[in-house]
């Protein structure tokens, strides 16, 4: 990993080059890209199971942080959690768009080694790591399997509804409730 790379991967040095990104300079989003893609493109993978469709995602979500840049605010989230949410949705919203087949099975052997840092070592480098962990723990076994697996790991709603055997609105209550929760144990 180069220097200038590994530098960029701090939380703080995503943020400042956030900012350059929110200033329309291209050249912070080329390291912005370079610091955060090979996560960003597991995200995409994990959840679309299609390279193609995982790299079409990934440009997608890159333009929306261009567009976006200067809607990011470093006191709600890190840098990393913000893209990482964006590319999410974004995955998800591509699953959804192809209808019946989107409720195929997920693939749970996929592990693409980037040789970067991991999403959690960010979180610990963030300081963060402790807290969120700290308040999961506060949520019922079942609430916290949840919002694990469909933030962790990616699965769609409607893919843990199918898994957990339960209705989707059941999920989807479970998951909202979760999340309030955790906001305010983490806003504490």
């Known amino acids: 990993m180069s220097p200038t790379l590994a530098f960029a991967?701090?939380?703080?040095?995503?943020?400042?080059l956030m900012g350059r990104?929110?200033?329309g300079e291209r050249?912070?989003?080329?390291q912005l890209y370079d610091a955060t893609s090979a996560k960003l493109f597991a995200v995409c993978l994990r959840i679309l199971s299609d390279r193609e469709e995982a790299e079409d995602v990934l440009q997608e979500v890159y333009v929306t942080v261009w567009r976006r840049a200067d809607r990011f605010d470093a006191a709600r989230a890190s840098v990393m959690?913000?893209?990482?949410?964006?590319a999410r949705n974004r995955?998800?919203?591509?699953?959804?768009?192809?209808?019946?087949?989107?409720?195929?099975?997920?693939?749970?052997?996929?592990?693409?080694?980037?040789?970067?840092?991991?999403?959690?070592?960010?979180?610990v480098?963030?300081?963060e790591e402790g807290r969120l962990h700290r308040c999961l723990s506060e949520l019922d076994a079942r609430?916290?399997?949840?919002?694990?697996?469909?933030?962790?790991?990616?699965?769609?709603y409607e893919a843990l509804a199918r898994r957990m055997e339960t209705p989707l609105g059941?999920?989807?209550?479970?998951?909202?409730?979760?999340?309030?929760?955790?906001?305010?144990?983490?806003s504490q």
């Open 9 to 16: 991967t701090t939380p703080e040095a995503l943020a400042a």
């Open 21 to 23: 990104v929110a200033q």
């Open 27 to 30: 050249a912070a989003l080329r």
């Open 81 to 86: 959690t913000w893209v990482s949410t964006i």
């Open 91 to 123: 995955a998800i919203d591509r699953l959804r768009a192809r209808g019946p087949m989107a409720y195929a099975d997920q693939v749970e052997e996929l592990d693409i080694p980037d040789g970067g840092v991991s999403a959690e070592g960010l979180l």
């Open 125 to 127: 480098t963030a300081g």
């Open 143 to 156: 609430t916290e399997t949840v919002i694990r697996t469909a933030f962790f790991e990616g699965v769609t």
């Open 170 to 186: 059941t999920v989807k209550s479970w998951v909202r409730r979760g999340l309030a929760k955790l906001k305010g144990c983490l």
